[in-house]
């Protein structure tokens, strides 16, 4: 027994669902399946996306795009009062 179009149509997402879904530009969109960062399967000319592979490259943009904490060492100098100087005239 085959699903439903419908079903399969919506487990499979087309470039105007993942600019809709993503707000991303055409180009951009285009340039994500070519280089296959997001996974995709060609039907003649056109792409289709399954939605879980959707999901999966959402999950690993989200990851890639949270802040991790750094630590940067400081160092605290002595602050300079008035009439200190830092070089020696003669």
Request: hydrophobic fraction near 35%.
């Amino acid at each position: 027994m085959t699903a439903p179009a419908t079903q399969i149509d919506a487990d499979l997402l087309t470039v105007d669902d993942l600019r809709a879904l993503t707000q991303l530009g055409r180009d951009h969109v285009y340039r994500l399946l070519e280089t296959g960062e997001i996974k995709s399967l060609r039907i003649g000319r056109q792409y289709r996306v399954p939605r879980s592979e959707y999901e999966a490259w959402k999950q690993r943009a989200l990851k890639a795009s949270t802040p991790q904490p750094i630590s940067i060492p400081i160092t605290l100098a002595a602050p300079r009062g008035r009439g200190q100087r830092t070089e020696t005239r003669r």
